[in-house]
């Protein structure tokens, strides 16, 4: 089993999710140069959070041109596993290997704390390890994360169960005040149709050591993992 | 030959910065403001030899691939000769 970590230019949670996959998982890891296209010998992709180029134009829109995207996406339609976190999210959403969009917070601050959200669909490759209404504590970082869709599009990943994640209370009741960024549905995570392609914008690469305030985020990586052995 | 591209936002997507930005211009004291919306502005030299067909052809491709993404925005294009 094989993880990797995508580094774009500007990238600044790849070291997060480095040390999570190595020490917490306890898997081998590599780093991956956005200039790579050879991504042979991997399982599993993480895109991690940061400010790919900067966020210039729109969060994660100058990564999705990067060459490693290409190879992401045969990467994706093999059926390997493609994580993407806060900007990862973005990105991925950029590249329409997820669909929708992560706009500006509807309160446009940028929101740094530790969240509650529910788990929507237990029986994905990410949330095995976790009971369908669990609710975790996960920080954000972010002031683009606030998702959009279309009518249908909404209906689309309602109707597929691909609604991962949505914000809540801690004690896991949806409202206006515990959506943290005035996402359509409280939507925090999604993944594709497939269930390979994983997006959402809370950290649970820096929700893993209880010094951290939480290690609600572990059981993501442990499904993950279970996932790949059993592929 | 230049392109000018207009990126706005969709009528239905809330522009949380648009709505700073007349909450400061009414603070400003300016009143009858209805609504604001922010959107980008892209000028695109070309090369001067391209028909008016072909420069606008491209500049739709780059605005619709690149400069505004199809999920949130709209975009117009104008060709300035």
Redesign the interface.
């Given at each position: 089993m094989k993880f990797g970590v995508v580094v774009f230019p500007g990238s600044n949670c790849d070291h997060d999710a480095y040390h999570v996959v190595s020490k917490h998982v306890g898997q081998p890891v590599d780093f991956i140069w956005h200039k790579q296209t050879d991504l042979s010998g991997y399982d599993a992709l993480i895109v991690p959070g940061g400010f790919s180029y900067g966020d210039y134009?729109?969060a994660g829109?100058l990564a999705r041109?990067s060459p490693v995207m290409t190879a992401i996406k045969d990467f994706a339609a093999a059926g390997k596993f493609v994580f993407g976190v806060c900007n990862g999210f973005q990105i991925l959403?950029?590249a329409g290997l997820l669909?929708?969009?992560l706009?500006?917070?509807?309160?446009?601050h940028f929101v740094c704390q530790h969240i509650n959200i529910r788990v929507e669909n237990e029986k994905t490759p990410y949330t095995s390890e976790l009971d369908a209404g669990e609710v975790l504590s996960i920080p954000i970082a972010h002031a683009e994360g606030?998702y959009?869709?279309?009518d249908e599009t909404l209906a689309e990943l309602e109707d597929n169960n691909q609604i991962i994640f949505r914000y809540c209370d801690e004690n896991g009741e949806l409202s206006d005040e515990a959506n943290p960024n005035?996402s359509r549905s409280n939507i925090a995570g999604i993944c594709n149709a497939e269930g390979n392609v994983l997006g959402m914008m809370p950290h649970p690469e820096r929700a893993c050591e209880e010094l951290l305030g939480s290690n609600d985020g572990r059981d993501i990586f442990r499904s993950l993992t279970k996932a790949i052995a059993e592929k | 030959m230049k392109a000018k591209v207009y990126v706005t936002l969709k009528p239905s997507v809330l522009d949380p910065q648009g709505k700073a930005i007349q909450h400061s211009v009414e603070l400003l004291g300016f009143q009858q403001i209805a609504d604001i919306r922010q959107g980008k502005y892209f000028e695109i030299a070309l090369d001067a030899d391209l028909s008016e067909n072909v420069a606008r052809q491209t500049a739709e491709r780059i605005a619709k691939d690149v400069l505004a993404n199809p999920v949130i925005e709209d975009y117009r294009v104008e060709i300035d000769r």
């Open positions: 134009l729109r829109a041109f959403c950029e669909p929708g969009a706009m500006r917070n509807s309160g446009l606030n959009v869709c279309d005035g | -």
